[in-house]
């Protein structure tokens, strides 16, 4: 494990050979209960369009969408929204060319949802276009019941389901993640960082290691801890950050050392 002085001291040597990944949801923006009032940690979204300016590349990965997303974070900055299938690059928004086809098929599982769990109170069904959450962070009893009809659902209609922090989500069964999304975006870089909090994070994490094994790129998987950190997720930590609080210090710490 690395302390965070170290991390900043190996991210701040060359910044222009250094490109710097992060998720959203528990990493730049504090959970929350409600997931369309989660906003960014204070400072981080002045730093993350600093550091896109200064460093190679700049980058949020989420399973959110993004039209939540793109308001929130500065055009320097590029967004994956739903793992990749949806992508602001350059300040310009782009789709994955496979993934359209399955926007029916997303909103027709979306009101079947809505039938089939209105007996579960508190669970929220958040349709998001090209993918589906079920959220039960609210109703916590009905995990099991969510994820058996989650299950089913992806069989019955060729989605597939991904367990997350106090969700499942739904997607099309097209073969991006945050991990060849990051694999794709670092290119060329020397050094990759990257900050998750989540099981969804994991392939971003593995990606980071077979670039290193690959190119022998310099690469850090940076764990922001909360009171749900999935086990195999912080095993997989060189660093660990306390909050999203200790992110936004960090990335500032950042911005001071390029200035
Ligand atoms: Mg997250």
Known sequence: MLTVDELVARLV??????ALFTDFDGTVAPIVTDPAAARPEPGTVEALDTLAST????????GRPLD??????????????????????GGLRAEHPEA?????VVTAVAAEAEGALAPYDGVRIEAKGLSLT???????QHL???MAYAA??????????REAKASVELHPPVAIDKGTLLTRWASGAEVVAFFGDDLGDLAAFAALRE????????????VVLGPETPVAVRASADVVLDDPAALAALLQRLVTAAS
């Not at 359209?100 to 029916?104: I, K, N």
């Not at 670039?211 to 940076?222: F, H, I, M």
């Open 13 to 18: 040597r060359d910044p222009r050979r250094t």
């Open 55 to 62: 460093y190679r590349r700049v980058g949020v990965l989420s």
């Open 68 to 89: 939540y997303l793109a308001p929130l974070l500065p055009g320097t900055v590029d967004i994956g929204a739903l793992y990749g299938l949806e992508q602001r690059v």
């Open 100 to 104: 359209g086809r399955w926007r029916a």
């Open 134 to 140: 079920l959220h039960v962070r609210r109703a916590p």
């Open 144 to 146: 099991a019941a969510v």
């Open 152 to 161: 089913d659902a992806a069989r019955r209609h060729g989605l597939d389901a």
């Open 211 to 222: 670039l290193t094994d690959r190119l022998g790129t310099e690469t850090y998987r940076v």
